[in-house]
């Protein structure tokens, strides 16, 4: 067994594609083994700002040789056939082997050498690379189809054992030479294999693996910090930024003027983070210190006082531009940005930045005032929350306005207001600088200029939840404005036609949806879907159908990443005519636990037979059920009873919404419809018996479907 | 230090230029870097620009932030495989100690959207500050590169106050006498950056832009690559000036830069055809 060796080494690799590049250089490795019969021991794959490298452990010196066996005519057969087979093999009469009276091609193919295999298969694989981004260089490249690759390549390794792997790419020649670290050591180095390879490139100042540099800039930078008493802000994005952009990482601890810490802490951070890949400290007492570590990628020879002199000038220069911003900023009330929101078009066909801002304050105060975002979240589970059902909407009757509910006041009033000041930070310098402080910037102005505390976290925090994982808002005035201004999103854009399709989805549709569904169910909001997507449309109805069928689906995709059931989602949204949520999710809920009970399995078992029968008899939906006319028998009766007695009760059930206790009472038909298929013929030569017998099975499954659509179930 | 960066780029064979003498937006318009880029010839050249980014003024009030500003750049066809040590070789020229700082090479893709063009490379940090922006072109006026050429971005105000060592550009001596950069350039900072941002006429400004997108095409028309993408530069920078005045919404501004890209590529096109060179 040997070990091989593979370091690609090119320019600068962009740090936030090294991890993507080990995983698709130990995919694209694997493959070409596969092809050739080969597999190694162990493979481990290293990536840096100016190499990639692999090292597969354990591989045969050569592939097996395999001998292939094609069955040709019987040895009896006429001429033709053999000459037919000897034709298709290339081969001669006197090559075939008889066996049992029937002639066979055998074919030896002899082992390959693995060295030959990975001279083949390291070219296709460089040259299949998926880069997010490549890029063609240098006098090759004055034809298009010349070699790409993320950054100019300018060598590569190959080492089979000791012995280097031959092939060329593009003017490139594999060898054993590399380099070492760009400044400390710049010369060449001959390796020796895989297994000093690690140790050969630590002599040259250069540590090829990414966990271990990742390590010492995580443990180095803490420990700064600590010795100036202080605690490391701790960010593993950082890390893994840092260690793709050095090769031998030297954290070093720097300060700036304690006047920057008028700037909202926030702000540093991200012009630390984000600018300068720094991080940032805390003191004893929780805040932001004038603190920060940046990663240098060399032993200095002065300790670096000049590179922490460096940086800290850098930082304190971006600090003051913020400092600038900021205190510009909050010259300026919110209220009087208005009139650049104007000139800000948020979407050619749906006008500026401030008719958003007036429809989702009016969309805000509505949700306020129809009972669907209250005060107090208890208050709203007995909300109002009637859907309207799908066919009111397609007969085309579009709800009249609700009258103005008594509840709203003091809550309308401040989501309205928090909805009128929401986006006004998007014109101010600090977010026209960093536009992922919109939201945040807006509430710290917000409560700069007095406003209540409630509506300025409304306009922090209104953008949530923004991709899944992330908070979602619980805040009342929250809660409305940042559904408002989801709703108003996927509304309008449905309205005039510009829907995301495929993976394009340019406006974040998507995201907004998942957005409304968290909200709605994290809060347990009783939101009728219907009239609020057609309030949301401005009262007219252009596609609210496709619109919950959207959120639906988003929610879908989280529930099913949540653990649930597809199967068990499905068999509950097959019901249709159900525009509430939460109502559903306590359904697919109340599901997932009732069929992994014997019981769940039986009934599902019972129900899959009434359903099979039916459907093999063409009897399709609810059956008139009139009660025999003749004496049915025992099994029968009880069915009949059990369901007389199970059906009041889970509608009841399904009425309160409470799904356990319907599910239990269906649980109470498994025993009768077991005994029914066990004593009963359905198809009995009496057609009025008959007749009766599939109604009755029409009505378990009728009954079956006040909690969920079983044909959908799998299993 | 222009002239240490003059000896070094002619020594290893570029051709010093002089300015461009039109206003632009950043050395890749000079011609010698959009034009020059295209076709398979070999070209090397190094020269300063003074850049104008009307936005980018701040009324001498930023001490780092200028309107006007001067870049020193490098471009070599086709790139050639030792570009970076080469680059690093131009900074130890001017003085960097690289035992003492720290040098990086981060990830920055280069795109203009007015000239059609994009490449693949690095903003260098010098102990975190960005002192240089290295690229590959990949395209140019929407051509592919054939060859691809390398260009180095020197910020020469950057790299001056990072080697004198002061933290304001204005405090930078110009000279040993006692001149400083704001003696010779805080007042026009002041008055170009009113200029620019409250008192040039808009009419004007969209007049200018007007004419020189329709000369831009007669020169077209008279297969005149060079004086056509004079007048596209001349465009580019009214388009500028309308933006610092606030004068163009942010649904126009596609329209604007989709017009100035249409004129450029024009040029390159035509400059291709000129020369008799495949797309």
Not at chain 1, 342 to 356: N, P, R, S, Y
Not at chain 1, 644 to 667: G, I
Not at chain 2, 135 to 157: R, S
Request: overall charge negative; charged content about 25%.
């Amino acid at each position: 067994m040997t070990d091989f060796l593979l370091e690609l080494r090119s320019e600068e690799i962009p740090a936030r594609m090294q991890a993507g590049a080990r995983e698709n250089l130990a995919k694209l490795f694997a493959a070409e083994l596969a092809k050739a019969g080969l597999s190694a021991g162990e493979v481990v794959t290293y990536a840096g700002p100016r190499r990639l490298a692999l090292i597969a452990k354990g591989l045969p010196s050569a592939t097996e040789a395999v001998s292939e066996e094609v069955k040709g005519p019987r040895a009896s057969a006429p001429p033709q056939a053999l000459e037919g087979f000897l034709r298709k093999t290339g081969l001669t009469r006197e090559q075939l082997t008889e066996r049992d009276g029937v002639l066979f091609a055998i074919t030896e193919k002899p082992g390959r050498a693995t060295a030959e295999v990975l001279a083949e298969a390291i070219p296709a694989i460089v040259r299949a690379f998926p880069w997010p981004k490549s890029m063609r260089w240098g006098a090759e490249s004055a034809s298009t189809e010349s070699m790409r690759w993320v950054r100019p390549l300018h060598a590569i390794v190959a080492l089979f054992g000791a012995e280097v792997v031959p092939f060329e790419i593009a003017g490139i020649t594999s060898g054993n030479v590399t380099r070492g670290h760009r400044f400390h050591a710049p010369a060449e180095i001959v390796l020796t294999g895989a297994d000093t390879y690690v140790e050969q490139l630590r002599g040259a100042k250069v540590l090829v693996d990414q966990d271990e540099r990742a390590a010492i800039i995580r443990d180095r930078a803490s420990a700064l910090a600590a010795e100036a008493g202080l605690e490391l802000v701790e960010d593993e994005g950082l890390v893994a930024e840092n260690a793709g952009l050095t090769e031998w990482p030297v954290p070093l601890l720097g300060r700036f003027d304690e006047a920057y810490l008028d700037v909202p802490p926030e702000v540093i951070q991200l012009t630390a983070r984000v600018n300068q890949k720094y991080f940032v400290c805390r003191s004893s007492d929780g805040k932001l210190a004038n603190a920060f570590v940046c990663t240098a990628n060399i032993e200095a020879s002065d300790g670096g006082a000049k590179i922490v002199e460096g940086n800290g000038k850098v930082l304190a220069a971006r600090l003051s531009d913020a400092r600038f911003f900021y205190e510009t900023d909050l010259k300026t009330k919110l209220d009087d940005l208005r009139p650049k929101l104007e000139k800000i078009v948020f979407h050619e066909k749906l006008g500026t930045v401030a008719d958003k801002v007036e429809r989702v304050a009016k969309l805000a105060r509505w949700l306020v005032e129809e009972g669907i975002v209250t005060e107090s979240p208890s208050r709203r589970r007995e909300g109002l929350g009637k859907g309207r059902a799908p066919s009111d909407v397609a007969s085309g009757t579009v709800p009249p306005p609700s009258p103005p509910a008594s509840g709203g006041g003091e809550l309308a009033d401040l989501a309205e207001r928090a909805a009128y000041l929401a986006k006004a930070d998007l014109v101010t310098g600090m977010v026209g600088e960093f536009p992922e402080l919109q939201g945040l910037m807006g509430g710290y102005y917000a409560a700069a200029q007095g406003e209540d505390p409630r509506v300025a976290e409304a306009v922090r925090d209104h953008y949530k939840p923004v991709g899944q994982g992330d908070d979602v808002p619980t805040a009342p005035v929250t809660v409305a404005v940042a559904l408002a201004d989801k709703l108003d999103s996927v509304a309008q854009f449905f309205m005039v036609g510009l829907k995301p399709s495929g993976s394009k989805d340019p406006f974040a549709l998507r995201r907004a949806a998942l957005g409304i569904a968290s909200t709605i169910q994290q809060n347990g909001l009783r939101l009728p879907f219907y009239p609020t997507t057609i309030r949301a449309m401005g009262n007219a109805d252009h596609g609210s159908t496709e619109m919950m069928d959207f959120i639906i689906d988003r929610l879908k995709v989280q529930q099913r990443e949540a653990g649930v059931r597809h199967d068990l989602i499905d068999a509950v949204f097959a019901l249709g005519g159900e525009d509430d949520l939460v109502r559903l999710l306590a359904r697919v809920h109340a599901l997932q636990a009732f069929v992994t009970t014997d019981d769940g399995t039986n009934l599902l078992a019972g129900y899959k037979r009434a359903a099979n029968i039916l459907k093999k008899e063409g009897v399709e939906g609810d059956q008139a059920w009139t009660a025999p006319t003749y004496t049915p028998e025992p099994a029968e009766a009880d069915l009949i009873a059990a369901l007389d007695a199970a059906e009041p009760k889970a509608a009841e059930a399904v009425k309160a919404e409470d799904f356990e206790s319907a599910m239990a009472a269906l649980a109470s038909l498994r025993a009768p419809i077991d005994r029914f298929f066990d004593d009963v013929t359905v198809n009995d030569a009496d057609p009025a018996k008959r007749a009766v017998r599939l109604a009755l099975l029409a009505r378990v499954r009728a009954a079956v479907h006040t909690v969920a659509d079983f044909s959908r179930i799998e299993g | 230090m222009i002239l240490t960066l003059h000896d070094y780029w002619s020594e290893r064979g570029c051709v010093i230029l002089q300015p461009y003498d039109m206003e632009m937006g950043a050395g890749t318009f000079h011609p010698a870097t959009t034009l020059r880029a295209l076709g398979p010839d070999s070209w090397n050249a190094a020269f300063v620009q003074p850049c104008r980014r009307p936005t980018d003024g701040r009324y001498g009030e930023n001490p780092n932030r200028l309107q006007h500003y001067y870049q020193y750049q490098v471009i070599l066809k086709p790139s050639p495989a030792d570009l970076q040590d080469l680059y690093l070789g131009s900074l130890a020229a001017i003085g960097v100690d690289m035992a003492k700082h720290d040098i990086r090479f981060v990830e920055d893709d280069w795109e203009s959207p007015t000239l059609g063009a994009w490449g693949l490379g690095w903003e260098v940090w010098c102990d975190g500050m960005e002192v240089t922006q290295f690229t590959y072109f990949q395209q140019m006026g929407g051509y592919d590169m054939k060859p691809v050429a390398g260009e180095l971005t020197y910020g020469l105000e950057r790299l001056a106050m990072y080697i004198q060592d002061v933290d304001n550009v204005y405090d930078l001596r110009f000279n040993d006498a006692g001149v400083s950069y704001g003696d010779v350039f805080l007042e026009n900072e002041k008055q170009m950056s009113t200029w620019n941002f409250e008192v040039a006429d808009t009419e004007t400004l969209f007049d200018a832009f007007r004419k020189a997108a329709a000369e831009c095409e007669r020169c077209l028309e008279a297969k005149l690559p060079i004086p056509a993408y004079e007048q596209a530069i001349k465009a580019s920078h009214t388009f500028n000036l309308l933006q610092a005045r606030g004068v163009i919404s942010v649904a126009e501004r596609q329209a604007y830069m989709g017009r100035v890209r249409d004129l450029a590529k024009g040029a390159c096109g035509a400059w291709m055809d000129k020369n008799g060179w495949a797309a």
